[in-house]
């Protein structure tokens, strides 16, 4: 049973262009959150989504960044006109239902220059 | 004030000591409390959740005072391996599913 899946593991941006990061959660789990981690800092709450609905996008800046949990395919965090301080480290996790422990995926690391 | 504080250390320990670390939380609403591990460039790894009663797992114990909003790890008999980043994690019945992490501590065990 895989676990969570985040891809691409490293990704290189230059100003303005777009970023987009997939997350395929563990077989089963129909929650998927977002978390970002700048360096030297904790994980911060981005969104929290279930199967074609935005549940808690509290976290997220309120401009360029999007996500969707279509009913097919994977998780995705899109980023548009990055800027040098979207660089960060980007966490997906699942959960089987509410509340129960999150699995994280390996993270998406950007890099914009 | 940051809803989740710990000291971010380091705590440089050698093999087979024994460290403790804190941690303080300021939403009195939270409901559940974990120590998740993340070793250097890679995921957060649940560690154990934390129970009011407290709770034990191997050489790790894990502590909770609700009144005081402080929980606590223990760490006994030392290992490298056990170097890392120790993550104190808040999850608060305010309707949000989201996990509130602290910086962490870092600990490095030396031989």
């Known amino acids: 049973n895989a676990g969570v899946m985040q891809n691409p593991r490293h990704l290189v941006r230059r100003r303005g262009q777009e970023a987009r990061l997939r997350c395929s959660p563990m077989?089963?789990?129909?929650?998927v959150y977002w978390y970002r981690q700048l360096p030297e800092e904790g994980l911060k709450f981005m969104v929290y989504?279930?199967?074609?609905?935005?549940?808690?996008e509290s976290g997220m800046p309120k401009e360029r960044f999007s996500a969707e949990f279509p009913k097919e395919g994977p998780s995705i965090l899109r980023i548009q006109q990055v800027v040098r301080g979207d660089s960060a480290a980007y966490f997906c996790?699942?959960?089987?239902?509410?509340?129960?422990?999150?699995?994280f995926g390996p993270g998406t690391r950007l890099l914009v220059l | 004030r940051k809803e989740v504080e710990q000291d971010p250390g380091p705590f440089n320990v050698p093999e087979g000591a024994t460290v403790a670390f804190n941690c303080t939380y300021s939403?009195?609403?939270?409901?559940?409390f974990f120590w998740y591990r993340q070793d250097c460039r890679k995921e957060p790894k649940l560690l154990m959740s934390?129970?009011?009663s407290g709770n034990e797992d191997g050489r790790f114990t894990a502590q909770l005072n609700r009144a005081s909003q402080y929980i606590s790890l223990l760490i006994r008999d030392s290992k490298l391996s056990d170097s890392a980043t120790y993550l104190c994690?808040?999850?608060?019945?305010?309707?949000?599913?989201?996990?509130?992490f602290g910086s962490g501590t870092r600990l490095q065990v030396q031989p």
């Open positions: 077989k089963g789990h129909s929650h």
């Open positions: 989504l279930q199967k074609e609905n935005i549940i808690d």
């Open positions: 934390v129970y009011s």
């Open positions: 994690v808040v999850n608060a019945d305010t309707g949000r599913r989201a996990l509130t």
């Open positions: 996790a699942s959960s089987y239902r509410i509340q129960e422990t999150q699995y």
């Open positions: 939403n009195s609403a939270s409901q559940s």
